[in-house]
């Protein structure tokens, strides 16, 4: 696929990703291990039960309470049980994004007839039941079908639970258990945004940011006098009258960007799905996504575990790498990242470098100071959306919480001064509304 | 798909998880009944303290028939069996808690979230455990009531039968196929 970037939320912009084949369902024959179902062990339960207090007692009529229970017990059908079942789960889309539904089928084949076939799904958190309950059951039956609509929560690469299927055979005196996992889901984080951000320093390469240089553009940027070559239409009439010389109008140049996202991955706090990592992620996709419909190139790099990167390109397919590169973050490291390692293919020189980060951890901020010195424009989205809870209000704890913001408020005003802008985002709002204050003037790379 | 056909097919629908809900009311319904009258009949003569019983068991009941805990149904048939060796009601009613016990014990056992015709030919599978259970009653009330002499070798007889037919009844591991 080469075409524009998905649109968040179409209902099959993921599904149609490349690589994003329909996932062959993973049918597969699984043994079955027979043990006495709870309807025999409880008749068996109640016949003891009534056979010893018919003993205990010395009355025979207490045998009539275990006769029925046994004679149920007694003529269960003996058929031949089957020793494995053909099971196979698959999903109808391997690929969507946060808050898209798709289906989980499960399907079960028995070479003889059971009494029941009994599903149930195990949802992890990831995910939600988009309708119906999570059980469903065949009775007296070769096979089952069983239907899931279920809606993507949270971004990343998860499994969409496991199915428990349950045989019972024989009367219903016996039963097997199997569990099946189905393939993984990728679930894309959903974030929308409109780039509008522009370093000063734009590629010779023609695209929709409105750069310094003179060109062909639509923006006005100046009146010069009239020279051989320039085009008639291009004289502005009204100064040519004014001054008694032909004069034209000058348009500035429409070039693309160059944008690499990074996600600082070293800490990350509050509730799943709510996390800043989870925060980070959506808003680098969005940037992204909004920047490669700019036909502008976009890279990635994630902080944190092993430093990852992907060079800046511009096709449509660039946004699921970028994805997919974000999906092998890992958070347990102890690594401090060298920016030297990075190529100069993957962060090359100009590109503007927008940060999201909780700025928690001080391996972020000298990443972010280490960029600056290599005369990076940078913004830093900060995407802590909580504090530290006081359990008590003591005057103590209040007192720690005022020296913590205070020293976040320092630490804001010490990047603002090595000229790297920061903007709050909690993901309450918009990106855009967020990004809203550094429009007004295109991101410097000062020199220093 | 025009919007009266998607009307249609909603209405079908809704119509087909009713009549499959109506299939499962009455197999749980009849779970319930099953359940209260093999508790209440004992406490019909049952004294006072074992009032008490019934009202567990009939607790177990309600529990069991939501499928939360499997042993509230082995923990409510004790319950009826338990208020028989109390109040020691008359051999018929006795005979009448067995089959009532073991109504309840099946029914409760219904497969939940399936359709309609499924769970009719599974309560249609339940038929011959039922069926089977009301003449070895019958001969067992008959063999109860009849006036025989006292014998410890009939006893004994009597003893070991019940055993032997335990443990013939109670399932045990397959054979491994060969």
Same mark, same amino acid.
């Given at each position: 696929m080469s075409g524009a970037p998905p649109r968040p939320g179409s209902a099959t912009a993921a599904a149609a990703a490349?690589?994003?084949?329909?996932?062959?369902?993973?049918a597969g024959l699984y043994p079955l291990r027979w043990r006495p179902a709870p309807r025999a062990r409880r008749l068996a339960t109640v016949t003891l039960i009534a056979l010893v207090a018919a003993l205990a007692t010395g009355?025979?009529?207490?045998?009539l309470l275990a006769a029925p229970a046994l004679t149920a017990l007694a003529v269960a059908p003996r058929g031949s049980r089957p020793g494995q079942i053909e099971a196979g789960a698959a999903v109808t889309a391997a690929r969507c994004f946060e808050g898209e539904e798709f289906e989980l089928r499960v399907t079960v084949r028995s070479p003889g007839l059971l009494d029941e076939i009994a599903m149930r799904l195990a949802i992890p958190g990831a995910f939600e039941l988009a !309708?119906? %309950?999570a059980a469903q059951a065949a009775a007296v039956s070769t096979g089952a079908r069983g239907r899931w609509p279920l809606r993507a =929560? =949270?971004?990343?690469?998860? *499994?969409p639970g496991t199915v428990r299927i349950v045989c019972r055979a024989a009367g219903g005196m016996w039963q097997a258990a199997v569990g099946i996992v189905p393939a993984a889901v990728e679930v894309f984080p959903a974030a929308r945004a409109r780039a @509008? $951000? #522009?370093?000063?320093? $734009? $590629?010779q390469r023609i695209g929709e940011h409105t750069g310094r240089a003179i060109g062909a553009g639509a923006e006005f940027a100046g009146i010069r006098p009239y020279a051989p !070559?320039? *085009? $008639?239409?291009? +004289?502005?009439w009204t100064v040519t009258g004014r001054r008694g010389q032909l004069h034209v109008n000058q348009r500035a140049a429409e070039r693309a960007a160059d944008l690499v996202v990074m996600i600082d991955a070293f800490s990350h706090t509050g509730p799943? !799905?709510? @996390?800043t990592l989870d925060l980070a992620v959506r808003g680098a996709a969005g940037l992204a996504n909004a920047y490669l419909r700019a036909g502008d190139r976009v890279g990635a790099v994630a902080l944190g575990g092993m430093l990852r990167w992907l060079a800046p390109a511009a096709s449509g397919r660039q946004f699921y790498r970028i994805v997919e590169t974000v999906f092998? +973050?890992? &958070?347990?490291s102890a690594v401090t990242p060298d920016?030297? *390692? +990075?190529p100069r293919t993957a962060l090359p020189p100009g590109a503007l470098a927008v940060v999201f980060s909780p700025l928690l951890d001080d391996r972020a901020v000298a990443a972010l100071a280490d960029l600056r010195e290599r005369r990076f424009p940078v913004v830093v989205v900060? #995407?802590?959306? &909580?504090e530290p809870t006081v359990s008590r209000p003591r005057p103590a704890d209040a007192l720690a919480l005022r020296l913590w913001r205070l020293d976040r408020a320092a630490l804001r005003s010490s990047l603002a001064g090595q000229g790297i802008p920061v903007v709050t985002w909690d %993901? @309450?709002? %918009?990106l855009d509304a967020a990004l809203a204050p550094l429009r007004r003037l295109p991101i410097l790379a000062r020199r220093r | 798909m025009t919007t009266a056909s998607r009307i249609s097919a909603a209405v079908k629908g809704a119509g087909a998880a009713a009549k499959d809900a109506g299939v499962h009311s009455a197999a749980v319904s009849g779970a319930a009944a099953s359940g209260v009258l093999m508790l209440a009949l004992p406490a019909l003569?049952?004294?006072?303290?074992?009032q008490a019983i019934t009202a567990v068991g009939l607790l177990a009941v309600a529990v069991s028939l939501t499928g939360r805990w499997p042993p509230a149904g082995t923990l409510a048939a004790t319950a009826a069996i338990a208020q028989c060796v109390i109040a020691q009601p008359a051999t018929a009613l006795i005979a009448a808690d067995g089959l009532l016990i073991l109504g309840y014990l099946l029914l409760a056992d219904a497969p939940r979230h399936t359709r309609s015709p499924a769970t009719r030919r599974w309560l249609g599978a339940q038929l011959p455990g039922i069926m089977a259970a009301i003449p070895v009653t019958g001969a067992v009330l008959a063999a109860i009531t009849r006036p025989a002499a006292p014998s410890a070798w009939i006893a004994l007889a009597g003893i070991a039968a019940a055993a032997a037919a335990y443990l013939i009844a109670i399932p045990r591991q397959p054979h491994p196929p060969s």
């Open positions: 490349p690589g994003a084949a329909k996932p062959a369902p993973a009355r025979a009529p207490l045998l !309708g119906g %309950g =929560r =949270r971004w990343g690469r998860h *499994r @509008s $951000l #522009v370093p000063v320093d $734009l $590629l !070559g320039d *085009r $008639l239409r291009d +004289i502005n799943p !799905g709510d @996390s092998e +973050i890992r &958070t347990d920016l030297d *390692r +990075i900060d #995407v802590l959306n &909580t %993901g @309450s709002a %918009g | 003569t049952a004294p006072a303290l074992a």
